[in-house]
C-alpha cells in the first residue's frame, strides 16, 4: 500500500513538471490561421551596406546608447512578452537564433569586444531560466521528494537594450553616417535576501546584461522578422528596417574617451546631470556636420 502511494505522488510530480515544460512553449495552428500566407518578410535578405573606405572616414566616433523599452515608441521591441503564432519580440528572436546556431552570442561580463562566446544554457543561466531541483516534503507519505523545477524564461525583465555603434563623416557621401555594432539585452530584476524564512525578502534592484550579438551577424535574422504595425497589420516592416530607420528612442550613456572610456554615469552625480552630459554628447555630434557646410 506504501509503495503504491508513493507512486501516485511521483506521478503528480511527474504531470506538474509537464505541465510547466508545456506551457514554455507554444503550439502550432493546425490551420492556416488568417486570409493568406505571408511569405514576403521571411523571404527578405538585409539590404548590404555600402562600401566604406579608411581614406573615407574622416571622423568617427564610438557611443552606447540604451533603449529603455518601457517607452512607447520602444513598445514594438519588447512586446509581446509571451510567444505568440505571428509575432515575436526582438529577444526573443534573438534567444530562438541562439539556440538554433543561426547567431554566436558572447559574454557580456569581461567586456564588450566579442571576445568570448557563451552556449545556449550559458544564455539560459543569465536568465536564471535553468531547470533547478528542489526538496520537499510529500503531504502523502511524509517523504523528502526531490523534484525538477523547469526553468522558465521571464521575458517581461528585458527592460532595457545597450546598443553600441559607430558614427563616422564619409568623405564620398558628404554626410554623418551610423551603424550598429552590437546589440546586449539587459534584464531587471530584484535581488533575493536570505532570510531563512520559507518566503525569501527582495532586495534592491539589479540590471544584468545578458548577452551581446554582433549586429553585422543578426542582420539576416531580423530582415525576416516582421515588427507589429499598430496601424495595418499587412503593412509590416522588419526589425533591421526598424534599426537602420532609427525607429527607436534612445539615450547616450557613453562615448570614447581617454579615461578607459568611463561611462556617463562615473563622472556626473546622477538624474539631470547624466541627462544633460547625454544631451551634450549627441548635441557635438549634430554640430560637427552642421559645422562641415557653409551657407
Known sequence: MRRVVILLASAVLLINSLS???QDQKK??????????RETVPQRIPVPYPHLREADAMYHKRIWRIIDLREKMNH???YPTQRMQDRISLVQRLVDAIKYNEISAY???PDDEFTTLLSYNQVLANFDALDKTKTQQSPITGLDTTITVKGEIRWQDVKELLIKEEWFFDKQL???QVRIIGICPIRHFYRTLQ???DEEANGELQRQPLFWVYFP????VLANTAVFNDFNDAQRITFDDLFFKRRFSSFITQETNVYNNRRIQEYTYGGIPNMQESDRIKNDLFTFEHDLWEY
Open 20 to 22: 510547466i515544460s508545456a
Open 28 to 37: 502550432e495552428s493546425l490551420v492556416t490561421d488568417g486570409v493568406y500566407i
Open 76 to 78: 514594438p521591441l519588447y
Open 107 to 109: 559574454d557580456p561580463t
Open 174 to 176: 558628404s554626410s554623418m
Open 195 to 197: 532570510t531563512g524564512g
Open 217 to 220: 551577424e543578426v542582420r539576416k
